[in-house]
């Protein structure tokens, strides 16, 4: 069973930064993609970045130089730094897991199969 757990959302001004967490219950992590997707109101959701099984990053163009995806997979850790923060960035924002194969371009939603309960990032002007 794969659980996702993300945490470290909060209220934040323009400019500023937060790092989001997930924390993956996988007992085999190391063999999963691993994606970072945001939800704004109204919007559908879209995949900001993604972590292959072979270390390889892979980010959304609006996103490319603002955020950073990075792993623990000794303590089966997700994270995506967010530097820079817009008010476009506000959104919900979701961890996913797939098993198997990705590769580094922007994740689909319809490809993950595992999702977190999704921690809200609001950015203020």
């Known amino acids: 069973q794969v659980q996702l757990v993300e945490s470290g959302g909060g209220s934040v001004q323009a400019g500023g930064s937060l790092r989001l967490s997930c924390e993956a219950s996988?007992?085999?992590?190391?063999?999963?993609?691993m994606a970072w997707f945001r939800q704004a109101p109204g919007k559908e959701r879209a995949g900001v970045a993604v972590?292959?099984?072979?270390?390889?990053?892979g980010y959304a163009d609006s996103v490319k130089g603002r955020f950073a995806i990075s792993q623990d997979r000794a303590k089966k850790m997700l994270y995506l730094q967010i530097n820079s923060l817009k008010p476009e960035d506000t959104a919900m924002y979701y961890c996913?897991?797939?098993?198997?194969?990705?590769?580094?371009?922007?994740?689909?939603?319809?490809?993950?199969?595992?999702w977190g309960q999704g921690t809200q990032v609001t950015v203020s002007s």
């Open positions: 996988i007992d085999t992590y190391g063999s999963y993609c």
């Open positions: 972590y292959t099984r072979g270390g390889d990053t």
């Open positions: 996913a897991a797939k098993p198997g194969y990705c590769s580094t371009r922007a994740p689909y939603q319809y490809e993950y199969r595992y």
